[in-house]
């Protein structure tokens, strides 16, 4: 049976869907059949209908395959999914980008590996001297599953204030941005939209646990929020994925109010999950002036410097 690390909390069956898929990739492609209607695609809709949205049979219509290769295909009994069918169910599930490179990621999982102790993540040494040079732009270093690794006085003044400086060299105990969103108040309150940024930093675990499905920290890390946050359990459980990259956010900051700020996520090309998070501000505006506040009082070259000057 194939593996099944992600979901630590699965739907119980239920006499609409006796034959409930089993696996990441069918509860995926269940959840993305559901949000569509037959009317969306249009499918003719006959007899009382058990699902919110399209039939598996409906499916498997539009995309040109079999009813039973797709059930074999939910239920991980057919590992060899040819890149034409799975261009066709992404096409006929009407997937995004982002959405299609996830359902790639979920069909061509890499090998099992043996289990091994999970080793606390290392910051990248040149990805930290990067950041420490931005100097007066607020950055962070964040691990594959949001474990903060690393930040700059600025980067620390705006999102983690009320934690030590020096949180993120604990590696047993460092500080966990998903943690932190759903668990921590400071930080519940600095975002204005929080509820969206909930969305966005679930959608994007999603996207890179993917690629990680093999690591126990993610399976602890579910498991631990969805047992201590119903509002994380309920957006997991919806499967949406996003690849973030930038955009903006609002933030209500305790010690300058209000910031409208551009972030940027830069990926490391290593391809192990660590990328920086970046926020800046449109020159001459209101953010700006409140952002130079939170600006280190004297250069950040490096950790050690830093260190030494404290």
Known sequence: MERRPLDTHPSAPSSADADRPVTELGEFLRSRRDRITPEDVGVRSYGRRRVPGLRREELAQLAGVSMTYLTRLEQGQSQ?????????LARALRLDADERAHVYALARPAPPKRPRAARPERADPGAERLLHAMG??????????????????????LLGGHLDFDAPAHADDRPNHMRMLFLDEHTRDLYVDRHDEAALAV??????????????RLAELVGELSVNSPEFARLWAGHDVRLCTGGTKRFRHPEVGELELGYEVLHLPEGNGQRILTHTADPESASAAALSLLAPRYPSSSRAALRSEG
Do not use: C, K
Request: cysteine-free; overall charge negative; glycine content about 4%.
């Open 80 to 88: 060899n999914a040819s890149d034409a069918v799975i261009d066709a």
């Open 136 to 157: 007066e732009v607020p950055a962070v270093l964040m691990g594959r599953f949001n474990d903060i690794l690393a930040w700059n006085r600025a980067g620390h003044r």
């Open 203 to 216: 959608a994007s675990l999603r996207y890179v646990a993917a690629q990680f499905a093999d690591d126990r």
